[in-house]
């Protein structure tokens, strides 16, 4: 293992340290600290293409406004950055009409005006349990180095002021590396631990993801498989956006700070020094009463998953004890980029599996667990508390009443249940329900209850959300006219009427075809007459930046 991350020699702020060549990408010249010199002598970065535009999208000011999202004020932000870099360099203004010829200068002399905080990036700071995994310390130790898009981003991030200082990996997956980072005060000093996630974009794992986007409205328009580095922005941002989402219904989770490109920077889960707290799989409860506090544990987690799919309008779609942290007697929900709202195709097949997955972990740690199918139920169906402890009481009427019916051939009976219901079909639409009529003549004769989508049908299904809720997550979408929660590609969004089709009852699919034909483009007609009106990108800013934007609420 090589020491990284040696202290660097301070940048030269006035040299660009890299050289554009045309066609040939950027080459580093002998003003590069010693540190990134390293870096780039480390390891064949499998991302590194050598595009034009390899570093060009993070300093792209035209998307800048879309691109950065932070939680703070933009404003300031963007103009202590702006006068930061015109410290050091003279710096064009680029915000006009994107001249091309400039934005090259422009990068470089943005690359230069970075360099000095290239120390900032301590890299060898790991903190690691070392109990926890010594290998996965080596690892992270080797699989840390950052190309130069990241390393770029990040040190924008610390000139913007998200955070200060950048540290060691405190995790590295497969698909991606989740770093320590620590953020003082301007005024006091004071240190506030962060978390910084960096996507790898070169990552086969990637392919997978597809069944999480095929089908899902939010990713309409805007997903490309053939551009790994589009496809992981388009991740973090969907991570981002769901971390609001929850954050904001109060569910226990990173807060989200800021995005850019692939790097998402988040609340720090864990103690003042930067200590991670445990996974729940590594959880070490102490005390004389521990199946006590696993078994409310087990009941805190169902109301949280409740509340997702009520409040937040989100199935996890990946949760089990690995991604979920644990402290002080509370759950904190984590890696939430796969998360699908529930009209997804597969929203319901993935809450059966989250489900089994919580069910399965709680009952090793012997946890009276519930069925499987008596949880879905209680999560789907709309009607119900989404607050605690309301919640805590619904599910103590569960237990109740299965107790109450409770013997011997009663649990066989329940245990075949579950299986049945874990092999079961889901129907997510009534296209997709197998012998209509016989679900129909099943309703009809009030067994209604014994199909599984029992709590979704008509008049149950999931509303969407009502008019002005979600607001506060979309701040700075404010003229996507859709007002849709996590939209995603908003730039692209003419297909995406399906968004129109959202929470609509499932009786509109028995409309006419025709009448929903002409539905569909009536509303694309609409859309593409609002586009018209949009105002070009670079007049929305210049009007944006000189009058005084939103402020952190
Ligand atoms: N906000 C945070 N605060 C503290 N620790 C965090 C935070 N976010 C993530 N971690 C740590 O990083 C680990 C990985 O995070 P996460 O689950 O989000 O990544 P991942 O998508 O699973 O990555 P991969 O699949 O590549 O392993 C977590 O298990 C947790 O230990
Ligand atoms: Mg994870």
Request: with cysteine; charged share 35%.
């Amino acid at each position: 293992m090589d020491a990284e991350g040696v202290a660097a020699s301070p940048a030269a702020p006035h040299q660009p340290p890299y050289q554009y060549t045309a066609n040939q990408g950027y080459k580093q010249t002998e003003e590069v600290p010693r540190e990134l010199l390293r870096q780039q002598n480390a390891a064949p970065l499998a991302d590194e293409d050598e595009d034009d535009d390899y570093l060009e999208d993070i300093f792209d000011e035209d998307e800048q406004d879309e691109e950065w999202a932070a939680d703070g004020d933009l404003t300031k932000n963007y103009n202590r950055q702006r006068q930061q870099l015109t410290d050091g360099a003279a710096i064009p203004r680029s915000n006009q009409q994107k001249p091309t010829a400039n934005t090259f200068a422009s990068v470089d002399d943005q690359v230069s005006a970075l360099s000095k905080h290239a120390t900032k990036i301590r890299l060898d700071t790991v903190k690691q349990d070392g109990e926890r995994d010594k290998d996965k310390a080596d690892r992270a130790t080797s699989e840390q180095v950052l190309d130069q898009r990241t390393r770029m981003i990040l040190l924008q991030m610390i000139n913007r002021g998200a955070v200060s200082e950048v540290h060691g990996a405190i995790s590295t997956g497969k698909e991606a590396n989740v770093y320590g980072a620590v953020s003082y005060d301007e005024e006091t000093g004071a240190a506030t631990q962060r978390a910084i996630k960096v996507y790898k974009t070169a990552i086969l794992v990637f392919k997978d993801r597809e069944r999480y986007i095929t089908g899902e409205h939010r990713f309409k328009g805007g997903f490309d498989k053939g551009n790994n580095r589009k496809m992981v922005k388009l991740w973090a941002e969907k991570e981002y956006r769901n971390l609001r989402r929850i954050y904001n219904a109060g569910i226990p989770c990173p807060e989200p700070l800021a995005l850019k490109l692939h790097v998402l920077v988040m609340g720090f889960l864990g103690d003042k020094k930067g200590w991670a707290y445990p996974r729940l799989r590594d959880a070490n409860l102490k005390g004389d009463d521990v199946d006590q506090q696993w078994q409310s544990l087990y009941v805190q987690l169902l109301g949280t998953m409740r509340r997702m799919y009520q409040v937040c309008k989100l199935v996890h779609a990946d949760l089990s004890e690995y991604n979920i942290l644990y402290h002080d007697g509370k759950l904190y929900i984590i890696d939430v980029s796969q998360s699908v709202e529930p009209d997804h195709p597969r929203s319901l097949e993935f809450l059966r599996m989250d489900i089994k997955n919580v069910g399965d972990f709680f009952r090793r740690k012997g946890v009276d667990t519930l069925p499987d199918r008596a949880i879905f139920n209680f999560i789907t169906v709309p009607e119900g508390p989404v607050e605690e402890p309301e919640l805590a009481e619904a599910i103590a009427k569960l237990y109740e009443t299965r107790l109450a019916a409770a013997n011997d051939e009663e649990a066989a009976a329940e245990e075949v249940d579950t299986e049945v219901f874990r092999n079961q079909y889901i129907p997510q639409t009534l296209e997709q329900v197998y012998d209509i009529e016989k679900d129909v003549k099943k309703l009809g004769l009030g067994e209604g209850n014994e199909l599984v989508y029992s709590k979704l049908l008509a008049d149950q299904v999931v509303a969407p959300k009502a008019d002005g809720e979600g607001e506060d997550e979309d701040e700075e979408d404010s003229d996507d006219e859709s007002g849709e929660g996590a939209s995603l590609g908003s730039d692209d969004s003419e297909d995406d009427e399906s968004r129109f089709d959202k929470g609509r009852p499932r009786g509109r699919k028995f409309e006419d075809k025709d009448e929903k034909k002409q539905h569909k483009l009536a509303v694309k007609e609409a859309k593409r007459e609002k586009r018209k009106e949009k105002m070009p990108k670079h007049l929305k800013k210049k009007l944006v930046s000189s009058t005084s934007r939103r402020t952190k609420k």
